[in-house]
């Protein structure tokens, strides 16, 4: 959020000497009048020095315009925290001084006083004859940075309520009220992002965000598809929105979306997203293809979990040599999985291979899950 912010400091050392001088008294006015001439030059320190030494030895002729001027040469030497005592100074003898909130509100985000900052730019937002709305939107903001969400939300609600707000008031008036779980109001916030901004890839983005975290898969899916016609999707968005959409309980759509995002990516696909597709596959009783998908992945990079996948899909389709060859490389990958022993002890008596089957099954009652099963297998070859 800080980027959101750039530190301009308000050099309105011309302005503000046309503001009401007629209350300044002498020493003060010349005083000012001298350091415009040094600054104009280029020399705040000279500046700054004659401001300080009128101020010093003229207590009784203290002035907001004096404390002003005084705080942007400092803050033209870089004396950001000196400016920002003097900024205050400068709203506390003048608090209708609007100039002189900005910058007191900038001065002290530069230097990450961000409560302070962001009453000031709420101050300066109120006494703006013309609305700036930005200003609020900045001491939302700030109150976020110094950790008063709750007071972010209130600002940042006020400012969206206007008749166009930005994408970015929105997005961070969404974050904000996640942070304080006031779940109404971000979803409201989503739905109004997307009504206002319907061909914003961004709003659609943000509501698929919002829904995923909420556990709303189909509304998750429903947003990702539409970001989807707006802007392509990466691979990792196409995976993403597979996984949403298997997790709606439509895995054929899961399928595809996992297809697209592997489509070219053999090389650099993971085995898990390989599982991922051969899941979606199975569910969707799309056997062949799910075959196809394992096979294709195993050729690149073999793991237990994969050859285990292959094995039940050769299974539903009763090739039972083929899924014996496939739970038995998942044994070699992997020897401590049992129920991959028992399968292999289940597709050798399909095949009639009963010697193998009872080697795959004594090892299948070691695992505790897998050993009441293999017993009463073993008990069967026994009686034939």
Known sequence: MKKLFAFLILLIAVTAVADDMSSVQSKARRAIFRSQQLREIDNWVGSAELLQECLT???????????FHLANSLAKCDSLHSAANHY??????????????LSLAETSYAIENYSIAANAFEKGFRLKEIPAL????????????????SAALKLLQELIATDLPKPDWLQTTVATAMEV?????????????????????????????????????????????????????????????GDILFASGVPAEAALHYEIALSDTTETATPGQYEMLASALLSAQQTEKAAEALQLALKTKPTARLWSLLGDVEYSRENYQAAFDAFLSATELDPNQGRNWLMVGYCAMETGKLGDAKTALQRAKQFPNQKQNANELL???DRK
């Open 57 to 67: 030895d003229y207590p009784d002729q203290d002035h907001y315009l004096l404390r």
């Open 88 to 101: 205050q100074k400068t709203v506390e003898l003048n608090p209708e001084f609007t100039n002189g909130w």
């Open 134 to 149: 930005h200003l609020l939107y900045y001491a939302g903001v700030c109150n976020s940075l110094a950790g008063e969400n």
């Open 181 to 241: 779980d006031e779940i109404e109001v971000a979803q409201k916030t989503v739905t109004r992002f997307c009504e206002i901004y319907p061909d914003d890839p961004s709003a659609w983005l943000l509501a698929y965000q919002f829904y995923s975290a909420q556990q709303d898969f189909k509304q998750a899916a429903a947003a990702m598809t539409i970001r989807g016609y707006l802007q392509p999707l990466s691979r990792s968005e196409q995976l993403q929105l």
């Open 379 to 381: 008990q069967r070859i």
